[in-house]
């Protein structure tokens, strides 16, 4: 059973950094993507990073471009979110997830298979 958990979310003044950290742990044989979203009250979950589980390659939504970065260990079957620069809209329940299967767009949330429990990222201005 694949299991994702999410840790590093907290509170921070804007100008701030965060690492998110999502430890993975089942299959990782079958890890194709792991992904980074974002989601706040009444919105839809948002697109914020991914990268290919096998090859490290990265994708970022352009609203993330040149603050946050997506990075794995796959030694420790980690992957992690280091946000820089944070703004207080980047205030929002954030989630990893993996696609398990090759193919699939980067954007959308239901072509991911597994997802953490969310971590709560806090920006204050």
């Known amino acids: 059973q694949v299991q994702l958990v999410e840790s590093g979310g907290g509170s921070v003044q804007a100008g701030g950094s965060l690492r998110l950290s999502c430890a993975a742990s089942g299959r990782t044989y079958t890890y194709y993507r792991m992904g980074w979203f974002r989601q706040t009250p009444g919105k839809e979950r948002e697109f914020l990073a991914a990268?290919?589980?096998?090859?490290?390659?990265?994708y970022y939504v352009d609203s993330v471009k040149g603050r946050f970065t997506v990075s794995r260990d796959n030694a420790k079957n980690t992957v992690y979110l280091q946000m820089n620069s944070l703004k207080p809209e980047d205030t929002a329940a954030y989630y990893c997830?993996?696609?398990?299967?090759?193919?699939?767009?980067?954007?959308?949330?239901?072509?991911?298979?597994?997802w953490g429990q969310g971590t709560q990222v806090t920006v204050s201005s």
């Open positions: 997830a993996v696609r398990t299967v090759v193919g699939g767009t980067l954007f959308s949330s239901g072509d991911y298979n597994y």
């Open positions: 990268i290919s589980w096998r090859d490290g390659f990265t």
